[in-house]
């Protein structure tokens, strides 16, 4: 497995093996790598012939105040996790290389970026499509694998693709979970053992929210949502919940009238564990 840390040699790279007639698959990361992202690898492995990890701190999608710079790093133990997943090329640039000085173009997906997420974090997702957009420009990828857990980042990034008609197929892969059903994130790290127990709450908010709207046939959304958050306050006083959402999984709209549809129905939320905060969703067929 090789480091690339330029731009250009990415490119060149890319270009030689679509030139050969292989197939890229390309995992997006932020580094401190866990089951989720290898999971991604894994997955790209078996569906492309040359796999590609970025491993980029994208500070353009933190806001001030946010955790850009405790965010873990440690690239010794993703580097071995990328090559034992069957990576074969880590594009790893610096800060510099990706915005180097009087950098000034951003592309954003307006009216997706800025609901659910897009409302406690503005401007989040304008650094997550920009660097998107310019990985995607740099490693030239057939497929781009990205992960469910974060719904929201993969609802826009769907639209950009389309809407830029960029010439990649997004594949988006079940969330990984840990034992308890807590879905895996690089800032789990942040949580305490017991946090991390408390923290499985969510998850099965989400499959109580599922089953109330499957097979308690609830059909007034307010209920379904006053009740997870019942359900969270009443089981762990410690947590608080940021919001709640029961939307389609496209446009991220409201379900006002859930009797009569018929598409995915995305249910997600944001949360505080202690001072971590977390998000996860759950995606199902009415
Ligand atoms: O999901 C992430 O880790 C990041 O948002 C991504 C897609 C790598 C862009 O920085």
């Known amino acids: 497995m090789k480091i690339i840390k330029e731009i250009s040699a990415m490119q060149s790279i890319s270009e030689y093996y679509r030139r050969i007639g292989k197939k890229i698959g390309f995992v997006p990361t932020m580094g401190f790598l866990h089951e989720g992202h290898l999971s991604l690898i894994i997955k790209a492995k078996d569906e492309c012939d040359i796999v590609f990890t970025s491993i980029f701190v ?3 999608q933190f806001l001030p105040g946010e955790d850009f710079k405790d965010y873990p790093r440690d690239f010794l133990r993703d580097y071995h996790l990328c090559k034992s997943s069957g990576c074969d090329y880590v594009f790893y640039p610096d800060a510099d290389t990706m915005f180097p000085e009087n950098y000034f173009t951003y592309v954003n ?7 659910l997420e897009g ?3 503005p401007g989040h997702f304008k650094g997550v499509t920009t660097i998107v957009l310019k990985l995607l420009n740099i490693t030239k990828p057939h497929n781009i694998y990205l992960g469910q857990k974060d719904a929201q980042q993969a609802a826009v990034l769907k639209k950009m693709i389309l ?7 997004l594949r988006i892969c079940d969330t990984v979970r840990e034992e308890n059903g807590l879905a895996m994130s690089s800032r789990n790290m942040y949580l305490s053992k017991d946090e991390k127990d408390k923290a499985s709450v969510f998850n099965f908010v989400l ?5 109330m709207i499957l097979e308690d046939k609830i059909e007034d959304m307010n209920v379904v949502k006053q009740s997870v958050k019942n359900i969270i306050e009443t089981k762990t006083p410690e947590s608080s919940l940021q ?3 029961i939307t389609d999984n496209n446009l991220l709209e409201d379900i006002k009238d859930i009797k009569n549809y018929n598409g995915e129905v995305l249910i997600s939320l944001a949360a505080y564990m202690g001072k971590t905060r977390l998000i996860d969703n759950i995606l199902f067929k009415k």
Not at 109 to 115: A, E
Not at 163 to 169: P, R, T
């Open 58 to 60: 994208n500070p353009t």
């Open 109 to 115: 997906v307006n009216v997706l970026s800025d609901k």
């Open 119 to 121: 409302m406690f974090r």
């Open 163 to 169: 809407d830029l008609n960029i010439d990649v197929n």
């Open 207 to 211: 499959n109580e929210a599922k089953k």
């Open 243 to 245: 919001y709640i959402a």
